[in-house]
């Protein structure tokens, strides 16, 4: 989780599917890009730190949403794209193997050359290109770091909804809002100290009681109406 600062608009881009040539693209030429073991005993979701009624709109968004497809999908390709006002947009695209917890980004540098970065998110090593030449120690450290980043951050505020019962994570039902003919029920997520890149950030989540998709969310203070 990472700190949004206010855009004008936000558009996230998702495709599904095994990228060909994704994992021959995606590993340096280290041991270190092999996927590490599972710990033998992962911390879990702790239901006693969150209301039983939070749990329970959570756990019906998750299977409304798709979360049955969430477990068993493995690559996924998808694009972040912001709009800050008449600045024309920015945007990174991200392929992961979620399950060897490795991705590849594409994107712009600041000064608008292109960006590629390998990282294993495990032992946060990779490889970076700037402007399509190989870069090296600090300089590839730098991109490297930002695509592990940006990763945490950019796949949050898509798959929020099935990250609802991680560890550390903590729910709290606060009431419901009207928006016309839609009731919407509204959930605080708040977080451990020490969870993600920024624990202290709070969301609202406002699922539609009929359907129990999640159709707004707000970060830092909720919608008044």
Request: glycine share 8%; net charge positive.
């Amino acid at each position: 989780m990472r700190q949004k600062k206010s855009w004008g608009t936000t558009l996230i881009m998702l495709g599904l599917g095994v990228l060909p040539a994704f994992g021959q693209q995606t590993q340096p030429a280290s041991s270190q890009t092999q996927p590490a073991s599972p710990a033998a005993s992962a911390p879990a979701f702790d239901p006693s730190k969150s209301d039983e009624k939070a749990i329970a709109i959570a756990d019906k968004a998750f299977a409304a949403m798709g979360g049955q497809a969430w477990a068993k999908a493995r690559y996924l390709k998808f694009s972040f794209v912001v709009k800050r006002g008449e600045a024309p947009p920015v945007q990174r695209t991200h392929y992961w193997d979620k399950a060897a917890q490795r991705s590849r980004m594409e994107g712009p540098s600041r000064d608008g050359k292109p960006v590629v970065a390998i990282v294993d998110h495990t032992t946060k090593q990779g490889q970076a290109t700037l402007d399509r030449q190989l870069l090296f120690d600090t300089d590839a450290k730098k991109y490297i770091d930002l695509a592990h980043r940006n990763l945490i951050n950019d796949s949050y505020w898509l798959f929020m909804q099935f990250k609802l019962k991680d560890p550390g994570v903590r729910l709290r039902y606060e009431g419901e809002l009207k928006a016309g003919p839609i009731t919407y029920d509204k959930i605080l997520v708040t977080f451990d100290d020490g969870i993600g890149l920024t624990s202290r950030d709070k969301y609202w989540l406002y699922v539609n009681r009929a359907t129990s998709m999640i159709e707004w969310i707000a970060q830092g203070y909720p919608f008044v109406r």
